[in-house]
């Protein structure tokens, strides 16, 4: 009884083993081949769900279904302008024929590798047959640019024939046509960076603050100008009111003076005693202080109106 007992076991556990072996799931993203002593075997199975192979002799390899990531490392190349450029790439792609794709490069990580050495070769390529303003831009527009200033200072912006967009297509379609032979399908491929390098860039900041400082410096020509005007302009007014203001002072007092005249001639012509009367007592205020003594002449016309004091 314990002999069967053991048996059976045995039996449930060696069955067990070949049932693991035997059995495996494909999910939804993945996509599988099948080898056999190393060698692959039948078609690749890409419909996800509970699938057998034979124990311990083949082998389940699986595979992405889903796009993945290609992202390049920076690389130095040069422009047909002869610019020295740092160019960083990046591209999307999917294991488009499993089957194809284990045959000719096994895995990722060898996939990652024919990628690098075909898109940095189609990127050099493409990057070395244009000038480095195709590069940095995607079409022609017109710059909104409202400081005139700036605008006189800086030149007017290259006109481009091909264009960025034009050169990742390029890239694109060149490489894709090469990555087919791998079983990759490539979908997209962009410039994730460009820059120039260290020597080019520090010349090219050089040449923008060379430019900025020539921008100051004709504004500050420019406000000092205007300063020395608003200066100018103020002075001259400044005069001018001065003036005015001056010749309505001495309008004034003149007229003041004419009526004074008047008035003192109406009194003159009313009562001409009185009135000399009153300018000989101005004349003595003017004339005799507190400490002062005074001597006059009988017959002179100063002592006319004393004299008939009694």
């Known amino acids: 009884m314990n002999r069967s007992i053991g048996a059976g076991l045995i039996v449930l556990f060696v069955v067990a083993v070949v049932a693991a072996n035997s059995l495996y799931v494909v999910r939804e993203d993945k996509q599988v081949i099948i080898t056999q002593f190393g060698k692959p075997v039948g078609d690749p199975i890409v419909i996800a769900g509970l699938k057998f192979k034979i124990p311990f002799i083949q ?24 610019r020295f450029i740092w160019v960083d790439t990046f591209a999307r792609w999917r294991i488009a024929d499993p089957l194809l794709f284990f045959q000719r490069v096994r895995d990722e990580r060898g996939a990652q ?14 990057v070395a047959n244009v000038e480095l303003i195709e590069v940095v831009r995607s079409r022609n527009r017109d710059f909104n640019i409202p400081d005139e200033i700036y605008a006189q ?34 979908v997209d491929v962009r410039f994730k960076r460009l820059n120039y390098v ?55 007092r003149g007229e ?11 009194a003159f012509g009313k009562d001409p005693e009185f009135y000399s009367f009153l300018q000989t007592l101005e004349s003595y205020r003017a004339t005799i202080g ?7 002449s009988t017959d002179g016309e100063f002592y006319h109106f004393l004299k008939g004091i009694r």
């Open 256 to 266: 003041a003076d004419a009526t004074a005249t008047k008035i003192y001639a109406d």
């Open 198 to 252: 260290e020597e080019v860039r520090r010349s090219v900041y050089d040449r923008m603050i060379s430019e900025r400082q020539k921008i100051r410096d004709k504004l500050r020509s420019e406000g000092q100008g205007r300063s020395a005007e608003i200066l100018g302009t103020k002075e001259k007014e400044l005069k001018r009111i001065r003036s005015e203001a001056y010749r309505r002072a001495q309008e004034i």
């Open 290 to 296: 507190s400490d002062e003594t005074l001597v006059l």
């Open 113 to 126: 590798t024919r990628l690098d050495d075909i898109l940095d070769g189609e990127t050099r390529k493409a």
């Open 59 to 82: 082998k389940v390899n699986l595979f992405e279904k889903r796009w993945l990531a290609w992202d390049g490392d920076a690389n130095q190349m040069p422009t047909l302008d002869k």
């Open 153 to 186: 200072e800086s030149a007017p912006p290259e006109s481009i024939g091909i264009g960025r967009e034009a050169i990742v297509s390029e890239i694109l379609t060149r490489a894709s046509e090469k990555t087919q032979e791998f079983g990759i399908d490539l």
